[in-house]
């Protein structure tokens, strides 16, 4: 007897001392969330060392090893790692220290700033990525202090060019120094709670992404004067091209993760929306179905099938020229298992004019791979930290129509879930949202984020 209460003073004892203090990792978490903030990564034209020096700085002074890997010296990619028993593979937490370019004059708040105003942080990559960042950041560092027993070793890639410029950062990691990577489970961006009228209404942990490509519609015709409209014009055939390309929906195909998704949002939807959600693969309501996605779910439309935008159209020098080209450019987003030579030719099929050529166009694009698994201890104990952190929300597997660099990772047969802050849907459509004039994020979410990921990272990693 007296042994089992000595046992269990003593587990009680250790969880105890394995419990962080909130209050000050509040205080740490926002002092190095700022400074990073504050730190001009824009990419182009992409100055990442300053960052990568102070997450060096701030691990090494807790005496963990970190490690530097750079095609460009201004632009490296740092890892850190802790080591575990070996008895499980490892865990790779992963955050991009790049941020998209601004125009400051649109800015409120100046756009490195950090400023604090009315309960959010307002800067460039407030909730993209450097929130993921510093929440790596936190959990490793916590993981060290709080000494807590491992099986698996946790890895945290601080990496650089993700926003279109991967042949600095995961391209170069993967091609030449995967093994300093190579993990069973990934943690990184994409997710996070969906949060309306101040309530988290689901959490979306991202398991599969749509891939870019990027294409172009090539009319020539005859050059000629205005004064005689020729039915040769080549912004008439581009024209044409282009609204045939409008009015087609590529194939409806869903996918474990696209699946899963709509069953579970129907649980938690209207009884209209459930209805839709539920009968997307009836016979006979899939294309009234499919056709209001097109219309009111832009988002959900796209999450079905390979989606094309026509975003940049090019002819004409002056008014009184008929242009001999014209040229339209095609945003593709592509399923992860699309073919996309032979999705070219559906395009050109779609078009049927041979006056008008389509060429795929190079882009710095990412691979093709299967959803990572929801029936896994990875997807588990998230859910299970949704429930702890989030008021007990729906965790939904979520396939990004945006682009990540967990897609070079999965295609290594790596399982990899986006996962992030809650972000008001308010807030893109008033432009507040990642990528926006004004981005920012809730210092209470940015909080309840890094509990919630320290506490995934430690129930994954930790020693059982």
Not at 262 to 277: D, G, K, V
Not at 332 to 342: F, H, N, T, W
């Amino acid at each position: 007897m007296l042994r089992t209460l000595a046992a269990a003073l003593l587990l009680a004892v250790s969880l105890t001392a394995q419990t962080p203090d909130w209050r000050a990792v509040e205080a740490e978490s926002l002092r190095h969330f700022q400074a990073l903030v504050r730190l001009d990564t824009s990419d182009p034209p992409g100055l990442e060392l300053p960052a990568v020096e102070y997450l060096k700085q701030v691990l090494e002074a807790e005496g963990i090893p970190t490690e530097t890997f750079a095609l460009d010296p201004k632009r490296p990619n740092l890892i850190a790692r802790l080591k575990g028993s070996g008895a499980k593979r490892p865990l790779l937490i992963m955050g991009h220290t790049d941020v998209v370019n601004v125009d400051p004059k649109k800015w409120t708040f100046p756009p490195f700033g950090a400023t604090l105003n009315g309960g959010y942080i307002y800067g460039r990559g407030t909730v993209d990525d450097k929130d993921n960042l510093v929440a790596c950041l936190m959990s490793i560092l916590l993981l060290k202090r709080l000494n807590v027993p491992l099986d698996r070793d946790v890895i945290f890639l601080a990496e650089s060019g993700e926003e279109g410029s991967v042949r600095f950062g995961i391209k170069f990691m993967v091609d030449n120094h995967y093994a300093k990577i190579d993990a069973e489970y990934c943690l990184a961006e994409a997710g996070g709670g969906v949060r309306t009228a101040g309530k988290v209404h689901h959490y979306q942990v991202a398991t599969a992404e749509k891939i870019p490509y990027a294409a172009k519609l090539i009319a020539t015709g005859p050059a000629g004067h205005g004064l005689r409209p020729l039915r040769t014009n080549a912004v008439v055939h581009l024209s044409q091209a282009v609204a045939k390309i409008a009015a087609w929906q590529p194939p409806m195909r869903l996918n474990d993760t696209t699946r899963a998704y709509f069953e579970r949002l129907a649980t938690i939807s209207s009884p209209a929306e459930a209805e839709r959600y539920n009968n997307l693969s009836h016979p006979d309501r899939t294309a009234a179905i499919q056709e209001h996605f097109a219309d009111k779910e832009p988002g959900h439309n796209s999450m079905l099938r390979t989606s094309i935008s026509p975003n940049i159209i090019q002819a004409g020098y002056r008014v009184n020229v008929i242009p001999s080209e014209a040229v339209a450019t095609l945003d593709i987003r592509a399923l992860p298992d699309e073919k996309i030579d032979a999705f070219l030719d559906q395009i050109r099929g779609v078009v049927n004019d041979p006056a008008v050529k389509v060429v795929r166009e190079d882009r710095d694009t990412r691979p093709g791979a299967a959803p990572s698994p929801i029936q896994n201890e990875a997807f588990r104990t998230l859910e299970a930290m949704v429930k702890k952190h989030y008021d007990g929300v729906v965790t939904l597997p979520q396939m990004q129509t945006g682009a990540t660099d967990m897609a070079y990772l999965r295609a290594r047969g790596m399982a990899c879930y986006g996962i992030g802050p809650a972000v008001d849907t308010e807030d893109g459509p008033k432009g507040f949202g990642a990528h926006s004039d004004q981005e920012r994020i809730l210092e209470s979410e940015l909080y309840r984020f890094i509990r919630f990921h320290y506490d995934a990272v430690a129930e994954l990693a930790r020693r059982r």
